[in-house]
């Protein structure tokens, strides 16, 4: 089946298109696109989503299901995650995404959000040549309101977990310089190591061995490290990230101005504002888990909606 899925987040709208086969256990992508649309913009301090973040999604959103038409998908799926669940108008947002653009807009739980896109990040396929990984893993996905985590093994979740921190959120609540002080940089740290700390037990962290962080932060990391132009997800798709190249990274990216960080190659303009908080987040999770790195995966929440459209969850 030719499924398409549509990942309405907090920081970007994103869409896959992809040929599923559930009888050989394949996916093939047909399509993929991304646009940072910051529907959670302004949410921190308001409570609700703005109509200038409405709006700049429904752009999108119209495009998306243009290509939809376009590449004859057979079934969609339309997820909405932390900016949605939190907003005050969020469920007449997604009222309207269902009546305006025929998509099965699904506002997701935590939970939900965090087991999908674990199912998109360990799938290896029938025929793939390695099997998914038997040591304890951790799946890191930040996202612009919050970062889900999931502990497992093989394609098997386990402990998951929703945390209330994600780059737009603390962007805005903690960032008011350009570029950010020191001390506004120590204190995302502060914030994202007490959620954690407090989210986190340490009898689910210890036996993490392997990490996969999925994203717009973790795949930048990975595009800016490799100094990728244009942006390439066959180089992204398991790059091995070092905690020590994100502590780099963060050094780097916090002593420029938001304007000189949209030029840094291999980072989407659009994430300029937002990757400061993203990396301190990344950081701070590695270190949770007490791993010197971790490997970046294309395979999200997209691709897991893909495989639950198809039956192969």
């Known amino acids: 089946m030719r499924a398409a899925v549509i990942d309405i987040g907090s920081n970007s709208t994103r869409l896959l298109i992809a040929d599923a086969d559930a009888a050989r256990g394949t996916v093939a992508e047909v399509l993929r696109r991304s646009q940072v649309t910051r529907l959670g913009a302004g949410l921190e301090a308001t409570g609700e989503l703005s109509q200038a973040g409405i709006e700049r999604v429904e752009v999108v959103l119209a495009s998306y299901r243009r290509a939809m038409l376009e590449h004859g998908a057979d079934a969609n799926l339309s997820v909405l995650t932390e900016a949605v669940r939190r907003a005050t108008n969020g469920a007449a947002f997604a009222q309207r995404v269902r009546d305006h653009y025929q998509l099965n807009a699904q506002v997701l739980t935590g939970d939900q959000e965090a087991l ?28 612009g309101a919050s970062t889900e985590f999931v502990v497992g093994r093989g394609t098997s979740a386990g402990f998951h977990v929703s945390l209330p921190v994600g780059v737009v959120r603390l962007s805005e609540r903690r960032i008011a310089h350009d570029p950010p002080t020191g001390a506004e940089v120590k204190a995302i740290a502060r914030d994202v190591r007490s959620t954690f700390g407090a989210g986190l037990p340490p009898r689910e962290r210890a036996p993490v061995r392997e990490g996969v962080a999925v994203a717009g932060t973790a795949t930048s990391a990975a595009a800016i490290d490799q100094g990728l132009e244009p942006y390439d997800p066959e180089r992204v798709h398991g790059y091995r990230l070092s905690l020590q190249t994100v502590e780099e990274l963060i050094g780097r990216t916090a002593a420029m101005t938001e304007a000189q960080r949209r030029t840094v190659t291999g980072l989407e303009p659009g994430r300029a504002p937002t990757i400061v908080a993203g990396l301190i987040i990344l950081r701070e999770a590695l270190s949770a888990f007490a791993l010197q790195g971790v490997t970046v995966s294309e395979h999200d929440i997209l691709f897991g909606g893909v495989l639950q459209l198809a039956g192969m969850n």
């Open 116 to 143: 999908l896109t674990f199912l998109g990040a360990t799938f290896q396929g029938r025929d793939a040549g390695r099997a998914a990984s038997r040591e304890p893993t951790v799946v890191i996905d930040i996202g």
